[in-house]
């Protein structure tokens, strides 16, 4: 039955028994009072007539009175509900109903009644349960509400914490180009002809770096919004497909095959040659020497270089960084451990959730791929990192990369 003919119907059957509640006090108080009439003399002059006029018009004020209480406090009830969304509160006022608690009997005989299990349930107050269907519509405007409110700032969240993970990674880029131009304008230092011009490749690259990520910043906002208004692409269908565990922020994926051997061992080596590293000691080992799999080369590979620059930038001079890459049977384990200071636990947590920290942005990009990072101290007293990737086998031989 339609939720407006129900109410309609509750509401005709409460006009019914008003109705018939008035003609039965109409007629037992007429009776009272043309019996008490007869006992009382000073009521003689009064005529009948006048005596049922007024007590039909007082019994009627009343029951008016009455009835537009019970129609008319739901109302009231209602106006202030939308005032408090109009504001911006989007919690359900609870007002209109109350939670009784219904005590679930068990079938067994010897079962006692103290350990019961206890439900509750919402039971709707009077005169509000005249409006229960109307009332459920608030409830669940009032959740839609509040579920929007919440995806909208969970967007505005995302947004923000990729914009603080473009802008750590800015930060690597950025230092190469100053490490270089300081080394290019050191008075003490005489570099050859060849020198500069290799510096000075290095700062072409690191710039063209810094452009492609922000112009990945600029596609990737329009592209969460897409995903907001529910235009999800195959690339995400695919992601949510695959098992594992998923990242906090939605990140677009590059998926392609490749030697992941070599690209981890490049990474090192481009971090070992930064000049913010160069008192840090770098080693890399593998089980395998080719091992092909799908990876976003850009995501993990940012997430490595956070991984290994973190170990670098926070710890002494002389600090050993050791990396190694093992494969099991279903996924690949890279292992990075250090010597260093280590990292007590409230630092560690403020690192692995706090927007713009290169761990946590290391920890997304790793979610990202269904993977996972744990981070534990190692047995030197200094730190490790454990990254763990689901493995894709490639059956067909593609070309691998070559560590320069």
Known sequence: MNSMVKMAFRFLRLTLLFVTALVISFIICAVGLLYIQEHLDWLNPV?????LLSLGFILTIAFVCAYGWLVGKPLIYFIRWINRLSKGNYTEPGEHYRIKHYRKKHDHKEHDKEH???????????PFVLYKELLEQMSRLTEQLYKSEAERLNLEAKKQEWIASISHDLKTPLSYIEGY??????????WSDEEK???SRQIRSKTAEMKQLIQELNQTSRWQVQQERGETDSLQEAKKRTPGA??????????QQDNIVDFVRDTVIDIANHPMAEHTL?????????????????????AVQNVLMNAAIHNPPGTQVTCDLGFRENSCLLVVEDDGVGIDEQALKRALY?????????????EAHSGHMNIVKSDGGGTRVEITLPMLDCDVELPCRTAK
Do not use: Q, W
């Open 47 to 51: 005529s009948p007539r006048t005596l």
């Open 116 to 126: 019961d299990d206890l439900t509750e349930k919402p039971v709707y107050r009077y």
């Open 181 to 190: 131009a300081h080394m290019l304008t050191a008075a003490e230092y005489h």
């Open 197 to 199: 011009l290799d510096f």
């Open 246 to 255: 998923a990242s906090s922020v939605n990140f677009p994926m590059n998926l």
């Open 282 to 302: 770098f080693t890399f080992t593998a089980s395998e020497p080719v091992h092909m799999m799908e990876f976003d080369s850009k995501l993990f590979g940012r």
């Open 354 to 366: 706090h927007s713009g920290k290169g761990i946590a942005i290391a920890r997304a990009f790793i």
